[in-house]
């Protein structure tokens, strides 16, 4: 099945909770969304399969959690306050700007069709700026953070020296960015807040490019392990003029979105960039010291960096599908079981209370495990669509047999089918399932 439109999911997960617009009893903000309880699960499982991916699997990197907030001197050595812009053009006929770089025929505003309307590109600070204490002048501005990375470069001493790493090793770190984008938009895929996934691989020079491919290969592996499908995924290699300020290569990894193929996640060689600018503007000596060839450098930096909002949609987008079942539509979000928000759901047939007492039973044994999600209302036929829509990988269900024989029915959201399992091995049996789909 084709990648479903933008509508589609944007009212799905309004509908079932999984994103609202941030302040929409204000009428919204457009820029910013608020994730709900199916959302924050979400969230959540994207950001502990990457932490386990990048950091509990492997004894070369470790975690960060830096701040937002750092000194104005970060922003100024790392180039972002000069460099980080965007080019802006603003239509004389409707007045909307726009992202020079992304317009599809630069001659003609994209929002009311006037040709030669468009003026002169001019580069848009995209840095949101603060003020740290009471007082609003120029030695009180600061910037909220633009990207998680450069609080990993000025604690790259401190990790180093208390973890006791040596080269090759990683930081990484999730976490909270923000942006003015000129045009935030196609629902949660660039707004001014979100949330990033980096991690700064460091090592030698002469092994950076191999560390490069390393990291374009594993990135990739990373979606296809927690189920993306293969052909709406690619890699793209930046143009030169398409690198960032800091980057001496740098190969995206693109999901084909509903409006082409787009940014997931970039990955690139920020050489020594970064901490050799943290050392000339601080003083510090960030040079790595290899005690066995008695020599002291600045090492090279390969660095994938990932958005936990934008593989959410993607993610989303991507496990949607519409089926024909005996004459009916039936809406399945197939999240792979590790990113599912209910992992299990717990439905008994009818409401009545002997139900309802085993139903609370079965549950009981399940929630020590796995988020669990109990239903007792409206028909099975309904609570079952409810549960494929927000992708439930199981349903267990309670009927009038179970008074009799202590067995339930667990229906697979998959292939729909119904294995009739005894209570007290429920919960091995759906274990079981867990595991084999790891
Ligand atoms: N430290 C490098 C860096 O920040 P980036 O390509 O600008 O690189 C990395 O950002 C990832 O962060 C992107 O691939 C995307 O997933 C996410 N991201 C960036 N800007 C975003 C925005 N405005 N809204 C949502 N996600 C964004």
Redesign the pocket.
């Known amino acids: 099945m084709p990648a479903p439109d933008l509508e589609t999911i944007a009212n799905l997960s309004k509908k079932r909770g999984f994103v609202f617009p941030a302040s929409e009893i204000y009428g919204g903000l457009r820029s910013s969304w608020d994730y709900g309880p199916l959302g924050a699960e979400l969230l959540r499982n994207i950001r502990e399969a990457w932490w386990k991916a990048m950091v509990l699997d492997r004894s070369d990197i470790v975690g960060l959690d830096s701040s937002i907030l750092q000194s104005r001197q970060v922003w100024v050595a790392s180039g972002h306050e000069e460099s980080f812009t965007d080019p802006l053009v603003e239509c004389s006929n409707c007045n909307s700007r726009h992202r020079f770089d992304k317009l599809e025929d630069v001659d003609q505003c994209p929002n009311c069709g006037e040709r030669g309307t468009l003026g002169e590109p001019r580069a848009f600070h995209l840095m949101l700026k603060t003020f740290l204490g009471p007082v609003e002048d120029d030695a009180a501005v600061t910037y909220l953070r ?4 450069q609080g990993i470069f000025i604690n790259y001493e401190n990790v180093r020296r208390t973890a006791r790493l040596r080269l090759p090793f990683g930081i990484a770190q999730i976490g909270k ?1 923000f ?1 003015n ?1 000129i045009t ?1 938009g196609q629902f ?5 807040e ?3 996934m ?1 991690m700064e691989f460091f090592c030698r020079a002469e092994d950076a490019d191999e560390w490069h491919r390393f990291w374009l290969e594993a990135r990739m592996q990373w979606y296809l392990d927690l189920g993306m499908h293969p052909d709406r995924l690619r890699l793209r290699p930046h143009d030169p003029d398409e690198l ?1 300020h800091y980057a001496a290569a ?1 190969s ?2 693109e999901y084909e979105f509903p409006w082409g193929w787009d ?4 990955i ?1 060689n920020r050489t020594d960039f970064d901490l050799r600018a943290h050392s000339e503007a601080s003083g510090e000596d960030l040079r790595y010291y290899d005690q066995e060839a008695d020599e002291r450098f600045y090492p090279y930096v390969i ?1 994938p ?3 936990v ?3 959410a949609f993607a993610f989303l987008i991507d496990a949607y599908e519409e089926e024909e079942v005996r004459g009916e539509t039936r809406v399945v979000l197939k999240l792979h079981p590790r990113l599912a928000p209910v992992k299990v759901a717990v439905l008994p047939l009818s409401k009545k209370d002997e139900l309802v007492e085993v139903t609370e039973e079965v549950a009981a044994l399940l929630r020590p495990h796995w988020p669990i999600e109990v239903d007792v209302t409206q028909s099975i036929g309904r609570r079952y669509r409810r549960q494929d829509e927000i992708g439930t990988p199981y349903c267990v269900t309670i009927d009038f047999d179970t008074l009799d024989d202590r067995a339930v029915t667990v229906r697979d959201r998959d292939t729909m089918e119904q294995d009739r399992v005894a209570i007290d091995g429920v919960a091995p049996h759906l274990a079981d399932k867990f595991a084999a789909t790891l």
Do not use: I
């Not at 633009?146 to 990375?149: G, Y």
């Not at 940014?263 to 970039?266: M, N, R």
């Open positions: 633009p990207e998680t990375a960015a942006r984008e935030p949660v895929f660039r707004t001014r979100f949330e990033q980096e960032a740098t995206d990894v940014e997931l996640e970039g690139a660095e960096a990932a958005g909002t934008r593989s």
